[in-house]
């Protein structure tokens, strides 16, 4: 069984500060790893996501992310905030077989200008 | 890129009724789809898993009575709420894979809004 904690269910950045998203999963085989973003009553849009090779995984809108497994984290960074960036993002994992994702509670990003 | 499309975007029912709600891969086919429901400021919680021509696979606690499951094609998976109750007001979003590429990722539907009244 897989699991995921997102560390902070709200954030707030000033424009042009560093976003920094913690994610912390637990799973018993190799994990799928991935970062969602949803906007208000849309559905999730995929950020990037980690299967195998290059722990350091860059992603759209200038994200990345780098898995850890020593201590089993997947935290999520970027440098500059945008106004944009304002929204719920998602930390996800699956066992890459079936692809069943289970989903962190989330954590709300807001931008102050 | 990879675009499932999910009809309507919100609905609004009267309580004891039935809504029909559609998943649809555009550009890809999808031997399995996933139907989520989040409740406001929550996460997506997993309610079943669609596989074409075959029963779909229910998470623990979900009703498969209530939430009627069909994904009769490739590119179609419908949920359906039977005799809808205010609690069952909520958001429910589908995501799908391509089968054609192993690891690629789920792509997922905007989303529509059910409130019961």
């Known amino acids: 069984a897989q699991s995921v904690t997102q560390l902070g269910s709200h954030v707030s950045v000033s424009e042009g500060a560093l976003v920094l998203l913690r994610c912390n999963y637990s799973s018993s085989v190799p994990p799928y790893l991935f970062w969602y973003v949803q906007y208000p009553n849309q559905g999730l849009q995929l950020l990037l996501k980690?299967?195998?090779?290059?722990?350091l995984v860059k992603g759209i809108n200038g994200f990345e992310a780098e898995f850890k497994k020593s201590e089993t984290s997947f935290h999520l960074t970027k440098p500059s905030a945008h106004m944009s960036d304002a929204a719920e993002y998602f930390c996800a994992v699956s066992d890459g077989n079936d692809y069943k994702l289970s989903f962190g509670a989330g954590t709300t990003v807001t931008v102050r200008a | 890129g990879a675009v499932v499309s999910q009809h309507p975007s919100w609905v609004i029912c009267k309580s004891g009724t039935s809504v029909k709600i559609e998943c649809r891969s555009l550009d890809f086919q999808a031997t399995t789809m996933f139907w989520y429901r989040q409740f406001p400021k929550q996460s997506l919680m997993l309610m079943a898993t669609s596989n074409e021509g075959s029963k779909a696979t229910y998470e623990q606690g979900v009703e498969k009575d209530k939430f009627l499951i069909n994904h009769a094609s490739l590119t179609l998976s419908t949920l359906t709420v039977t005799s809808a109750h205010p609690e069952d007001s909520s958001f429910y979003i589908c995501?799908?894979?391509?089968?054609?590429?192993?690891?690629?990722?789920?792509?997922f539907g905007n989303g529509t809004r059910l409130t019961v009244t």
């Open positions: 980690y299967t195998t090779g290059a722990t």
């Open positions: 995501s799908a894979r391509d089968r054609r590429q192993g690891n690629s990722p789920l792509h």
